[in-house]
């Protein structure tokens, strides 16, 4: 039986990978990662990647086309970058517009940002989350609190299937 939800993501570090790799998990979902053409890494890149994202940029990217029609629910996860998306992620949202039937957001960041993000992603997307969810980086250091969040998440999306 094919997958109804496909959950996509950008990850510099890779903490917003394991949130997606994990919601996928619970959601017996398909996987993709957007990659992004630019350089990310490192100091330097770091501040580019801000200024980048606060200037709204699209950015060349890889590694999650798809058929999206093919599925019921898209989730998309992004970090917060300079109270934004990342050019990745809104790149992807911005080729996909149009073609998401109901999706749901999330982000991962250290500090702010959660809410402006969360609502920018679906101005950009076309399509008012069914659910949507944030995730800081002190969660990450509570295993125990972080996998309740997620399956909380994860369950709210379920939800939306029937």
């Known amino acids: ?17 394991t949130l997606a790799q994990e919601l996928a998990a ?27 994202a ?16 093919a599925y019921k629910i898209i989730v998309a996860g992004t970090p917060v970058w300079a109270w934004n998306m990342t050019p990745a992620v809104r790149t992807w949202l911005e080729n996909n517009k149009g073609k998401l039937s109901k999706a749901a957001f999330f982000t991962s960041a250290a500090s702010s940002g959660h809410e402006r993000t969360l609502c920018r992603m679906e101005e950009v997307s076309g399509v008012k989350a069914c659910c949507s969810e944030s995730f800081s980086d002190a969660e990450h250091k509570k295993p125990q609190e972080l ?16």
């Open 54 to 69: 606060a200037k709204e940029l699209r950015t060349d990217i890889s590694g999650a086309d798809c058929d999206t029609a």
């Open 147 to 162: 996998a309740a969040k997620l399956d909380a998440f994860a369950q709210r999306i379920r939800q939306e299937l029937q």
């Open 26 to 52: 619970r959601l017996k979902a398909d996987f993709r990662e957007i990659i992004d053409a630019k350089d990310r890494a490192g100091m330097i890149n770091y501040v580019l990647a801000g200024r980048d």
């Open 1 to 17: 039986m094919p997958a109804e939800i496909l959950v996509v993501c950008y990850s510099r570090t890779g903490k917003t990978r």
